[in-house]
């Protein structure tokens, strides 16, 4: 008993640890968000007096192109980006994974090859294409590169972990007297639910936080994301920072890539636990 | 193998769907363009306080004829920049109007990316407007912009701890080491760090010590004995012992807050800082005058926006009498009052209202009749990077050396030769 | 035609496959495999092949926004031009420091985070979510509160350990700063690759070597190390390849100033700031080179298993 209350006190000395250095510098932006433009530079970690006013500034209706029209934009690409981008990756991982065809290395190659092209003088002529297709400043005209630049992660991560399914257990499974649909849900999709969902995570978070291509291949409310919004947030005049309602955004747009990970790491350990190794 | 197929292509088909639905999507994104018979002028402007209000204004003196719709730029210049060029380079005629930072207009003109003012709008642009604002839009001796508002720097002091205002650089390093030898707030506030801001100090000394740092034409970098008095001048006070530690890394808004938070005795910034220290702390005592220059009062780089018409603009006529009707004497008053920023055309200095908005106004005139430009060149952000690289940090700088190394690495700048840093 | 479906139909039914089946098995596969990359490998192509080519094809030229009169074909002298350049090479330096610096750095805390993130029995949904949180902030923003921290009087960093000297002036303390903001927000990146990668070495074989009597770091280095080495090569492979161009953090802490710009902030400010198209592709492209330079070195070298080289799934 004292033994078990021992370990769980070590852990939770550990996991302490851990939330303190990733949380820290993240209070420090909320700190700042909560600052008004008095106390903003007096180096205080807490505030000593809080003011929400860079909040009700980005949240007021009357502003809504400011910042809740940028929210909505990047939430509608970047969930749509990320279901798009694992659908194809997935199916693309588990041919090169499972299936022999020529070509194999050559679109491992490619993908490989697109990952690494600077993405900054892929954007000018970029934007030449879509201005003439009609896509600029539009939703398809962010998700369709974010698609292409996300693909090399997820096929590469999810084929290392499609490598490590052991597939007979389908075949198994499917003596036992499953059918292939069984077989499928039960066994296989299981196993590869961890990478899928790591592939997930990591594929909504470069869509969201995503600058470059949000800066260049958007021009008004219609399809500007929140981190191309953040560069029209303005201070009370030219030179100054508008710090505080940065801050402000920032935090608010922390809090849907906190769901994300919440709801997507339980299904992580759900996918560990279903337990069709270990038999 | 055969079993297992069913199952693939649920997916596939899903994907499937889903890339028609995004296909259709820009078809109705298309919808409800301006082709409702009005015409329509695009403003592209950096993000200005109540600048709606004057775009409002206009429209209402178009009475019909126009209207003009404004898209925001981002807030850093450079950001803007980068945004209208890329338009540009694509021939886009989206856009009409663009506000242009003053350095600009070399470059945009000899890039063929605007039109010239001639005629009746040229008179009407001219007339009235200052002298140093008219030659930030001027190339070649024809006038590519309308001049809308300018700036420039002051010398904001602690009007608690100092009595006379500094006239020259001497000067203030003398009376900042008075105040830190009595154990008072001492540090002079600049604007330092590896960027432009750097470039229009060292433009204003130059300019102050009657030097020069590039020819006329824009195509031979000068570098003379002046501009290397400006080097003594600027080494001496980053290593004075009067400079905050953290000059090389300091941008306007920066040294805003270091004077703000009583850190400082002095600063040398843009009157923005007025209204903004007013706000932040409004129980500081503070007063402005004169940027200190090397002889005597300095004279001031100039900074502002203004107003172009882009080569592609499909209704050019609009586009220029909107530019106009923006820039005239009440919407720059106006602006003045509620945007903070400085008019270009000299009468409105006079005008209703700006003595409580603008207390320092005739600071700011006094100044901008004495003004300096930065080098006039197609190539000036090429010309830009190489000075704010040579020079940083202000405290390595070895005049002879320095301005040696400027000369050479601008020149080739100016041929748009070699590697930026 | 008939003759050979029958064939399948009947040869199906018998154990050992003949030369018929075998073939038109395998055309059936490789029909199923390129079917299940085409979308993936079309949306690519689509998007990036000619931007690709129109850069190889610029690099080559003397081209400058800002005098379009003097553009003219000069085949690879842009390329002299780069590689004899003084500013090049300190950026390449300055980057390669900062890329082996932050991805060593990195995988190590990505191991040990990813270690806990797997094993803890307390608040394991707490220590998942704060844990990514870093990686979810936007760069420029997290960028933006670092060089907050990090200015005097202003910043709780700079009061704590620099006293009054001005840390972002100072090239090394500078570069530091900036491995430091590179390693807290993409550490993370690393954790997530590393902990699915953990999620599949199976507990039994853990139990059986402790019961073995191996202690909890033997286990560690020879159980768990070499079942992890593909999920390791990875997320070496990709966060190297990120680290190289590295931008953002550098963009908001310094600017680039004191000499510590990137070879994406040089490619950046020729490019966008100083219009110099052809002098900018050419810096992409050896950037590419010098990226696929280092893929290649982790395929070939640290045998990264480039997926499908092998008949890995097949077992």
Redesign the interface.
């Known amino acids: 008993m004292a033994d078990t209350t021992n ?2 006190f070590g ?2 000395l ?2 302490a640890l ?2 303190v ?3 820290f ?2 209070l ?2 909320v700190s ?1 968000s909560l600052k008004g ?2 106390t ?6 807490i505030p000593r007096e809080f003011n929400t006013d860079n909040y009700q500034l980005i949240l007021d209706p009357d502003n809504f192109g400011l910042f809740l029209r940028p929210l909505i934009n990047s939430i509608g690409i970047a969930l ?1 980006s990320t ?2 981008a694992v ?19 050559l ?12 993405q ?3 954007v ?6 879509e ?1 003439s ?3 600029f ?5 962010l ?3 974010y ?2 630049f996300a ?3 997820a ?3 999810l ?10 257990l ?1 075949k198994a499974a ?1 003596m036992d007297g499953a059918t ?2 069984q077989a ?1 849900a039960k066994v296989i999709a299981p196993l590869a639910a ?2 899928v969902f ?1 592939t997930a ?2 594929v909504f ?1 470069f869509c ?2 995503d ?1 470059l291509f949000a ?2 291949l958007t ?2 409310e ?1 399809s500007r994301t ?2 191309a919004a ?14 505080g309602s ?2 402000a ?2 935090v608010i ?2 809090i849907p ?2 769901l994300f ?2 709801f997507f ?2 299904r ?2 759900a ?2 636990t279903a337990g069709a ?2 038999g | 193998m055969r079993a297992t197929l069913p199952d693939r292509r649920r997916p596939h088909r899903m994907a499937i769907a889903l890339g028609a639905a995004l296909l259709a999507a820009p078809v109705l994104a298309a919808c409800g363009s301006d082709d409702d018979g009005k015409t329509i002028v695009n403003l592209y402007y950096a993000p200005e306080d109540k600048l709606e209000d004057v775009v409002a204004n206009c429209n209402e003196a178009a009475a019909g004829r126009y209207e003009i719709v404004y898209t925001k730029l981002p807030r850093e210049a450079d950001g803007q920049r980068e945004q209208m060029v890329r338009r540009l380079a694509a021939e886009d005629s989206d856009m009409d109007v663009m506000s242009l930072d003053v350095t600009w207009t070399a470059e945009f003109a000899e890039a063929g990316w605007i039109q010239e003012w001639t005629g009746d709008a040229k008179a009407e642009a001219e007339d009235g407007t200052l002298e140093g604002p008219l030659a930030s839009a001027t190339w070649e001796d024809k006038l590519y912009a309308a001049p809308k508002n300018t700036n420039v720097q002051l010398l904001w002091y602690r009007s608690d701890l100092v009595d006379t205002p500094p006239e020259t650089f001497d000067e203030l390093i003398d009376a900042a080491n008075e105040l830190k030898d009595s154990d008072q707030p001492y540090v002079v506030g600049m604007t330092g760090a590896q960027y432009e801001g750097l470039v229009v100090q060292y433009n204003t000394l130059t300019a102050s010590a009657g030097g020069t740092l590039v020819s006329e034409d824009g195509k031979t970098a000068v570098v003379d004995d002046g501009a290397v008095r400006a080097l003594e001048v600027l080494k001496n006070f980053a290593t004075s012992g009067v400079a905050s530690t953290s000059l090389s890394n300091a941008k306007e808004d920066d040294v805003r807050l270091a004077f703000q938070n009583e850190q400082m005795a002095f600063q040398l910034n843009w009157p923005y800082v007025y209204a903004a220290m007013q706000a932040g702390n409004p129980d500081l005592e503070f007063d402005w005058a004169r940027y200190p220059g090397v002889d005597g009062p300095a004279k001031v780089t100039i900074g502002g926006f203004n107003l172009a018409v882009s080569k592609y603009a499909k209704h050019s006529a609009e586009a220029f009498d909107a530019a106009l009707c923006l820039r005239n004497a009440e919407n720059q008053r106006y602006s003045a009052i509620n945007s903070g920023v400085p008019p270009t055309i000299e009468s409105v200095y006079d005008a209703e209202g700006m003595d409580e908005a603008y207390p320092m106004r005739d600071t700011i005139l006094e100044e901008l009749k004495d003004a300096a430009v930065r080098p006039v060149t197609p190539a000036y952000q090429n010309a830009s990077t190489i000075i704010s690289t040579v020079l940083s940090p202000p405290q390595s700088i070895d005049p002879r050396k320095t301005a040696d190394r400027l000369r050479k690495e601008l020149q080739d700048a100016l041929d748009s030769k070699g590697v930026l840093p | 035609m008939s003759m050979s479906t029958s064939a399948v139909a009947a040869a199906s039914e018998k154990p050992p496959p003949t030369k018929a089946v075998l073939s038109e098995g395998k055309r059936a596969e490789r029909k199923l495999g390129w079917l299940l990359c085409a979308p993936a490998v079309i949306v690519m192509l689509a998007v990036t092949a000619w931007p690709i080519i129109y850069s190889f094809w610029l690099s080559l030229q003397r081209y400058d926004l800002k005098f379009p009169d003097q553009r003219e074909f000069i085949w690879f002298d842009n390329y002299v031009t780069v590689l004899t350049n003084e500013y090049w090479w300190t950026a390449f330096g300055v980057t390669a420091f900062i890329t082996v610096i932050s991805v060593a750095i990195e995988l190590v805390l990505g191991m040990v985070l990813a270690l806990i993130m797997h094993r803890t029995i307390v608040g394991r949904g707490l220590v998942r979510t704060s844990a990514l949180i870093p990686y979810g902030i936007v760069t420029v923003v997290a960028a933006f509160s670092w060089r907050y921290a990090w200015t005097p009087k202003t910043g709780y960093l700079a009061n704590t350990f620099a006293g009054d000297t001005a840390p972002l002036t100072d090239r090394a303390y500078a570069i530091f700063t900036i491995i430091l903001a590179e390693v807290w927000k993409t550490t993370p990146f690393m954790a997530l690759l590393l902990m699915a990668g953990l999620a599949l070495v199976p507990e039994d074989l853990l139990k059986a070597a402790s019961m073995d009597g191996a202690s909890g770091w033997q286990r560690f280095v020879k159980v768990i190390l070499p079942m992890m080495k593909p999920a390791i090569l990875v997320a070496l492979l990709f966060r190297t390849l990120d680290a190289f161009r590295i931008f953002d953090n550098i963009f908001v802490l310094t600017a680039g100033a004191q000499e510590t710009s990137s070879v994406s902030m040089l490619t950046y400010n020729n490019l966008i700031k100083g219009l110099n198209l052809g002098i900018g592709a050419t810096m992409s492209v050896l950037i590419f080179l010098a990226v696929a330079i280092i893929a290649f070195a982790f395929i070939k070298l640290f045998g990264t298993a480039a997926p499908g080289s092998d008949d890995g799934g097949k077992r």
């Open positions: 370990k769980k852990w939770g550990v996991n851990v939330v250095y990733a949380l510098p993240v420090w932006i700042l433009p008095e903003l530079s007096d180096g205080n970690f749509i279901a798009i659908v194809l990756g997935t199916m693309a991982a588990y041919a090169i994974a499972r299936l022999s065809f020529p070509g194999k290395g679109l491992v190659g490619i993908s490989l090859l697109i990952a690494m092209f600077p900054v003088s892929l000018s002529p970029l934007f030449e294409i201005r297709i009609g896509l400043d539009t939703w398809p005209g998700i369709l590169p698609i292409t693909l090399p992660l096929i590469y991560t084929s290392a972990f499609f490598r490590e399914i052991p597939w007979e389908e499917k292939p649909t499928f961890p990478g790591t995570i990591l978070i969201w936080n600058f800066i260049s021009s008004t219609a929140v981190p953040l560069s029209f947030f303005t201070g009370a005049s030219q030179f100054e920072d508008p710090t940065v801050c955004a920032a747009i922390t890539i906190v990970v919440l790491q339980r992580i350990v996918g560990l190794v270990k």
